[in-house]
């Protein structure tokens, strides 16, 4: 056993008041996380007939439904992009956040067994839920890159920005996902509201229709739903829509930003009564 | 003089306790309530208090004013009925929980076991499963692969560690799940009564194990109903009462003081009417306690092999009571659960019964050596529980004709059972 040079002291005493997360404790238990990521996934692709293929048919048939409804029936704009590309590049950030957030919503409360029985930061169980998402991520963008090719449309220097996004996304999930799996704990009720707010998020977010339907400053301010952010952001990384959606993306990162702080903090106060609770 | 390991300065532990249905709160109730009193509820619920606290009128204390200090290397077993506190300390040291006050310093790196097999996937194969067990232990990944080999071998699961443990037998699931846990390492290890399962060999296995991670100097901290266990592992005992502490010193005095506290100490001296060490709602209280014969005549004691009915007097606080279902425990005097009884478990629960009244339970035949029983007893009334009290009375069973031979059966071993014996000369 690797012993420490210092001798590790735990305090035992009743936490009171607003907690930020313990960074370094988290780092400490880095590869329980890792290994609670990579259960979820390995379970989840073992556990499927078709297994990995799920994280691709999801975000294709969406991307085709909404070909064929929004694009060939309504005739929904598309800032000059064919339609598919337009709608898929959107719901491939799309998938994973509001994948990433129904399971990170639930993460608690089913892994009370791990609550009851052995201590970590608590906060290491949501944040594995999204993590574990990231698999799904990359494959439905592997057909998104597929996709490119066959439309001939190749990405501008702006692809360096995708990362960027890609970790709005991861930001934004898990501040919502934060604040309603600690909520769930007490709340029941969150498991059954969380589909809905994902579906009415869904056409909240630019992801059948461009957000260059609004006129300045209202696109400006639409950016306070981070995914509008993240799908632009998207859009305009790899597909080169006309103008970086600059100011609304800093609007997103603000915005997405306080859920998070504030979901860290909400989730540390509640984080004491889990075991008791739950 | 050695280092202290763990300190704790009067800890203690409060649980809110409401009716079941309290137990989790619909957003409907908290908005209701929020109508009601609206910065209060909302204060409360972003401060992180469970479900609407003020409200909820039972509290009970799990541990109350509880300090203590275990040395570095010191191998410590905490003792006491159901309900004592043990595992809420445990779980207030493990950091699964936190005390409502006080105050507790650990110096090491601490490693709980609270149950074996946290967190075992059934579709993951045992050798994913040793690496996710592994971690959720507190191993690192480094440390899990050298002693790969080592835990498969204490496991005795070889063939199958790339099946999915969902085909394993329970047998093996077992041992793999203590094959890991046997083999963490940490400065100081909390164990909970573990060891209460899996055949007897194996269990020796884990307690050798123990007694070297025990005797290379590791502080060990044991909660076990199993005194032998106790005595085997531990020099020094902490006895927790009514989450309090009791006494505290060499395990083989503070032993046999407890289990001596059966018989001298113990609450059934109470009459049960006046009894407040009770949980539940109230709806109905048990006040009395006999036993009797077939025919209804008072036994002062149980004689084995003969047909006795346990007999409960009961007071209600409405004038009927709905859906009535009540059970019992007959423990020896180590505190093990020998037998159960329970009217839901028979199909006989008591649809619609008065305020007042009996609720009789008969054993043809009683299975137990002669010896000194205790009894625990509940109650729920339209499936809330109304009534819970532990130690409701001690009885003594006396030698009998178990076996219908004239030959009184003396105490050996914890049953009795039928049985026949015959000869046979075809040798196969």
């Known amino acids: 056993m690797s012993q420490d040079k210092t001798t590790l002291e735990v305090h035992i005493k009743p936490s009171g008041g607003w907690r930020s997360i313990d960074f370094r404790e988290l780092w400490r238990y880095r590869e329980l996380l890792y290994f609670l990521s990579w259960k979820d996934i390995k379970v989840r692709y073992k556990q499927t007939v078709i297994g990995a293929a799920w994280a691709i048919i999801q975000p294709l048939f969406t991307m085709v439904i909404f070909t064929i409804f929004f694009g060939r029936l309504a005739k929904m704009p598309s800032d000059g992009i064919p339609y598919p590309i337009f709608s898929y590049a959107a719901l491939v950030p799309w998938t994973f956040f509001a994948n990433g957030l129904a399971d990170a919503s639930d993460s608690l409360v089913s892994n009370a067994n791990l609550i009851k029985k052995i201590y970590f930061p608590r906060i290491i169980i949501p944040i594995s839920a999204i993590l574990s998402k990231s698999v799904d991520f990359i494959l439905a963008f592997l057909v998104l890159i597929v996709m490119m090719i066959g439309y001939g449309i190749f990405p501008t220097k702006a692809v360096i920005w995708l990362p960027f996004f890609f970790l709005l996304a991861v930001v934004t999930s898990l501040g919502v996902g934060l604040w309603f799996t600690a909520m769930n704990v007490q709340f029941r009720d969150v498991r059954y509201t969380v589909p809905f707010l994902i579906q009415a998020w869904l056409f909240a977010t630019p992801i059948v229709y461009p957000s260059s339907l609004l006129k300045e400053p209202w696109r400006t301010l639409y950016g306070i739903n981070p995914m509008a952010g993240v799908v632009e952001g998207f859009r305009w990384a790899l597909l080169g829509t006309n103008a970086p959606p600059s100011l609304m993306v800093f609007v997103s990162v603000a915005v997405s930003v306080l859920i998070l702080i504030s979901g860290a903090f909400y989730f540390r106060r509640m984080e004491k009564n889990f075991a008791d609770v739950i | ?428």
């Open chain 2, 1 to 428: 003089m050695s280092k202290i390991a763990i300190k704790l300065e009067n800890i203690s532990k409060q649980y809110r306790i409401g009716s079941l249905q309290a137990r989790y709160r619909t957003l409907r109730d908290t908005i209701t309530e929020a109508v009601k009193s609206p910065f209060r509820k909302a204060a409360s619920l972003l401060r992180g208090e469970a479900y609407g606290a003020a409200d909820l009128t039972q509290i009970i204390w799990a541990l109350r004013d509880v300090s203590a200090e275990i040395k570095h290397g010191e191998a410590v077993g905490i003792i006491g009925r159901n309900g004592a506190g043990k595992t809420t300390l445990l779980k207030i040291l493990s950091r699964i929980t936190e005390p409502t006050s006080g105050y507790g310093i650990i110096y090491g790196r601490v490693g709980s076991l609270l149950e074996v097999g946290t967190g075992f996937h059934p579709e993951l194969t045992g050798r994913d499963n040793i690496y996710l067990n592994g971690a959720i232990l507190g191993m690192k990944k480094a440390e899990i692969s050298r002693k790969f080999d080592e835990m498969v071998d204490f496991s005795g699961v070889e063939e199958f560690i790339d099946t999915p443990i969902k085909h394993y037998s329970s047998g093996m699931y077992m041992r793999l799940a203590f094959a890991v846990a046997a083999h963490l390492e940490p400065e100081i290890l909390l164990v909970d009564e573990v060891l209460a399962v899996g055949d007897a060999s194996f269990q020796k296995k884990c307690l050798n194990k123990m007694s070297d991670v025990a005797s290379q100097g590791r502080t060990v901290v044991l909660v076990s109903h199993n005194m032998e266990a106790i005595l085997g592992l531990c020099s020094r005992a902490i006895w927790l009462n009514g989450g309090k502490k009791e006494e505290d010193g060499p395990s083989q005095d503070i032993v046999k003081k407890y289990l001596s506290s059966y018989v001298e100490r113990g609450a059934w001296r109470t009459p049960i009417a006046e009894r407040t060490d009770r949980g539940g709602s109230g709806l109905i209280r048990f006040v009395n306690f006999r036993l009797q014969d077939e025919k209804g005549n008072p036994l002062d004691f149980v004689s084995t092999g003969e047909t006795v009915d346990f007999v409960f007097s009961y007071i209600g606080k409405e004038e009927k009571l709905f859906n009535v279902t009540s059970w019992f425990w007959i423990r020896d005097n180590f505190g093990r659960e020998l037998l159960y009884f329970g009217s839901r478990a028979t199909g006989q629960d008591f649809g619609v019964i008065p305020s007042r009244g009996e609720l009789i339970c008969r054993i043809p035949r009683f299975p137990l050596p002669p010896g000194k029983y205790t009894i625990d007893l509940k109650a729920d009334v339209n499936n809330v529980r109304g009534d819970r009290m532990n130690d409701v009375a001690i009885f003594e069973v006396a030698p009998g004709d178990f076996f219908k031979t004239g030959r009184p059966v003396k105490g050996i071993g914890l049953f009795l059972c039928d049985h026949s014996w015959r000869f046979s000369e075809n040798i196969k």
